[in-house]
């Protein structure tokens, strides 16, 4: 007889929480003290589940551990990890999309991973990767067609709960289809859930593709607008350029053409020429409202 398990909301509808817990998934409601002070669960907060009925596979939550971060659309509490998804062609890299989806995630304090999938389509694919591989990004090359390199992306996610993002048609969906192949979950549950999160707007979900292997079901990112980010944090957001922050001549140096600047003098070096025409064109949108 159970007492207590540690697990993870997985989904929530309706005042009912399913939980994942290494003994299974258990759909629970909540203790009310919850609701009275205001605090709301999220999928993918950790929770507590007590009252166990092993029969029913039901429970109460009668705690949840503390929220480490939470993102915002889609609404998901401690996602660990984006994974960049771009595809080789059709459609090709778009590099300045992918710097915004970069800095979105960086600015959100996420681990990051880029996958590029459908490599079975064009074999150049290397090549437009370089800027970010020397940046220090993990880059994975995957085919969701014919499950190439699908098993490196899936130590990827290890232990983690990641949310997918990237233009519509480069296999998001795919690719969680592929990585859920020969797991316990059946493919035509996930597509079906795959295939509604298209079309209607309602609550993410965490899809269990193993033990403690999570991806959110929606994909993350929805907006490309990078206004809100204030541009002094801006450079620290290109990992490329942190180990030089420290040596340009002036303290609060924009990088932009302050002289004796160590960023400049690494551009086409250390840091690549395209990512750093990207930081400036970035700069001049963002605005200097929030520049002291
Ligand atoms: P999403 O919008 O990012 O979720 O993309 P989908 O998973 O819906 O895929 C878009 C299209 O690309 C579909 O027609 C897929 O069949 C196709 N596709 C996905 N992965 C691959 C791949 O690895 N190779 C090829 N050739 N096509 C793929
Ligand atoms: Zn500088």
Same mark, same amino acid.
């Given at each position: 007889?159970?007492?207590?398990?540690?697990?993870?909301?997985?989904?929530?509808?309706?005042?009912? &929480? #399913?939980? $994942?817990?290494?003994?299974?998934? &258990?759909?629970?409601?909540?203790?009310?003290?919850?609701? %009275?002070?205001?605090? #709301?669960?999220?999928v993918?907060?950790?929770?507590?589940?007590e009252?166990?009925?092993?029969?029913? %596979?039901?429970?109460?939550?009668?705690?949840?551990?503390?929220?480490?971060?939470?993102?915002?659309?889609?609404r998901?509490?401690?996602?660990?990890?984006?994974?960049?998804?771009?595809?080789?062609?059709?459609?090709?890299?778009?590099?300045?999309?992918?710097?915004?989806?970069?800095?979105?995630? =960086?600015? !959100?304090?996420?681990?990051?991973?880029?996958?590029?999938?459908k490599i079975?389509?064009?074999?150049?694919?290397?090549? /437009?990767? %370089?800027?970010?591989?020397?940046?220090?990004?993990?880059?994975?090359?995957?085919s969701? %067609? +014919?499950?190439?390199?699908?098993?490196?992306?899936? /130590? /990827?996610?290890?232990g983690k709960?990641?949310?997918? $993002?990237?233009?519509s048609g480069?296999?998001?969906?795919?690719?969680?289809?592929?990585? #859920? =192949?020969?797991? #316990?979950?059946?493919?035509?549950?996930?597509?079906?859930?795959?295939?509604?999160?298209? *079309?209607? +707007?309602? *609550?993410?979900?965490l899809? =269990?593709?193993?033990?403690?292997?999570?991806?959110?079901?929606?994909?993350?990112?929805s907006?490309?607008?990078?206004?809100?980010?204030? !541009?002094d944090?801006?450079?620290?957001?290109?990992?490329?350029?942190?180990?030089?922050?420290?040596?340009?001549?002036f303290?609060?140096c924009? *990088?932009?053409?302050?002289?004796?600047? $160590?960023?400049k003098?690494?551009?086409? $070096?250390?840091?690549?020429? =395209?990512?750093?025409?990207?930081?400036?064109?970035?700069?001049?949108?963002?605005?200097?409202?929030?520049?002291?």
């Amino acid at each position: 007889m159970r007492h207590s398990l540690d697990g993870r909301v997985i989904k929530a509808v309706g005042g009912l &929480y #399913t939980v $994942a817990t290494e003994h299974g998934r &258990y759909d629970c409601n909540v203790r009310g003290i919850f609701r %009275k002070h205001g605090f #709301t669960p999220l999928v993918g907060d950790y929770a507590v589940v007590e009252k166990i009925d092993e029969q029913k %596979k039901t429970g109460t939550v009668t705690k949840f551990r503390e929220r480490k971060t939470e993102l915002v659309r889609p609404r998901v509490a401690n996602v660990d990890q984006a994974v960049i998804v771009l595809a080789a062609a059709d459609p090709p890299v778009n590099p300045d999309l992918t710097d915004r989806l970069l800095l979105l995630a =960086e600015e !959100r304090g996420l681990e990051i991973v880029i996958c590029v999938n459908k490599i079975d389509l064009d074999d150049q694919y290397a090549t /437009a990767l %370089k800027p970010y591989e020397s940046a220090g990004y993990g880059v994975f090359f995957v085919s969701a %067609k +014919t499950g190439g390199g699908i098993s490196g992306l899936r /130590a /990827a996610l290890a232990g983690k709960v990641s949310v997918l $993002a990237g233009p519509s048609g480069v296999g998001k969906s795919s690719i969680i289809n592929s990585l #859920t =192949e020969n797991e #316990t979950m059946q493919t035509g549950e996930i597509s079906r859930k795959l295939g509604r999160g298209k *079309h209607t +707007t309602r *609550h993410a979900e965490l899809i =269990e593709i193993s033990d403690g292997m999570f991806v959110v079901d929606t994909p993350g990112f929805s907006s490309l607008e990078l206004k809100h980010i204030p !541009r002094d944090i801006l450079p620290g957001l290109f990992p490329e350029f942190r180990p030089y922050l420290d040596g340009c001549r002036f303290n609060d140096c924009r *990088h932009i053409n302050e002289p004796d600047c $160590a960023v400049k003098a690494q551009t086409g $070096a250390g840091i690549s020429a =395209e990512r750093y025409d990207r930081y400036v064109m970035i700069w001049n949108e963002i605005g200097d409202n929030e520049w002291t």
